[in-house]
């Protein structure tokens, strides 16, 4: 089957929704079929062999965050020549409900299409504003999935239509068989002290990081010699200036770690905290904690809960509370039993997100949505040049 994926962010800044793509593409790659992703992306020599830049993109406010988006003129013309050149059997566009590429191939493609959203966001009127907008692409749509339950109740409130719901995907025993790193384990469970991690942007809110700092002297007054180990992009001295200097020591941060940093630090860490304040529609980072053995404690937000299997797989602190989350960090560090019993639980649920689950899904709504369709084609009736106030030649 050939297959072209849409991606509505960056390619050379790092996401959930990239990391979705690619692993879903190199899945779907690994079974033979032929995949083409595009992206916007200004480095065309760091890029993947099967992805496809759309060119730079541009910072947008975006949920809660800052998205880089491509869009316009040159962007629509960049994805009709891709559509052209790529004579897809199915295109997947994630996203579409984004002022992006995605929302571009939707208005410009006609044949077989399916549409993955990601976002949750229960009270958007900029969504409900731009439906209008939004719909002439969304009615192409022969198939939606959503990630969670949440991304289908934001897509079903403001949008309209239905989702069927397909979580993001995991490569469970790449995390699973990764070495523990000497440098980030500590003498835990129960020798004392012990290692929390945390994997995220570092100046952006809704990660969390000032929440699990404010928690940190209580976790240190009780657990003296804790290490919190920190990994993701940000401004480090900004986030630790409110510490006092004796907590600030035990704060170690890594900058960008790569996947396989990533799957040894989840190995080797005694508690993986992932403090979110919203604007999460999943959580992959939970999933992948969880498959490296690492138990986690999350915010109790809704896609956090559904991921942890309502708190089975995972504990749960009150969104924002430190003081929750250093009395739960505090018991689960000095528990052994706990830990493990977290360890096994979540070694049971993440089979649902392995990528042999996944993939096997998005397949199947593959193959039903082309089932007797004609391959993707441009939809010379789409208006692109209209929309862009641009007249025909």
Known sequence: MKIGIVCPYDWDVPGGVQFHIRDLAEHLIGLGH???????????????PYVVSAGRAVAVPYNGSVARLSF????????????????????HVHEPNSPSLSMLAAWSASGPMVGTFHTSNPRSRAMIAASPILQPGLE???????????????????????????????????FADA?????????????????????????????????????????????????????????????VAGLAPEVRAQ????????????????????????????????????????????????????AFRQVLDGGAAGELFPVEDAEALAGAAVKLLGNPQRLAELREAASRHVRRFDWETVGADILSVYE????????????????????FGLARD
């Open 34 to 48: 032929q995949v083409s992703v595009l992206a916007p992306a200004e480095d065309d020599e760091a890029l993947p």
């Open 72 to 91: 316009g003129i040159l962007s629509a013309a960049r994805v009709r020549r891709w559509l052209h050149d790529g004579r897809f059997d199915i295109l």
């Open 140 to 174: 192409k749509m022969s198939a939606r999935i959503a990630v969670s339950e949440y991304a289908r109740r934001t897509l079903v409130e403001h949008l309209g239509g239905d989702a069927v719901v397909i979580p993001n995907g995991v490569d469970v025993r790449f």
């Open 179 to 239: 070495e523990p790193d000497p440098r980030w384990q500590g003498a835990a469970p129960d020798g004392g002290a012990g290692t929390i991690g945390f994997i995220g942007r570092i100046n952006e809110p809704r990660k969390g990081l000032p929440t699990l700092l404010a928690a940190l002297p209580r976790i240190l007054a009780e657990r003296p010699g804790v290490r919190l180990l920190v990994a993701g992009k940000g401004d480090e001295e900004e986030a």
């Open 251 to 302: 704060v170690e941060f890594l900058g960008m770690v790569s996947d396989a940093e990533k799957a040894r630090l989840l190995r080797s860490v005694d508690l993986y905290v992932a403090p979110n304040t919203g604007g999460e529609s999943f959580g992959i980072i939970l999933v992948e904690a969880m498959s490296a053995g690492a138990p986690v404690l999350a915010s109790d937000l809704d």
């Open 368 to 387: 039903t949505v082309t089932d007797g369709m004609p391959p993707v084609a441009e939809d010379e009736r789409s208006g692109w040049r209209e929309r």
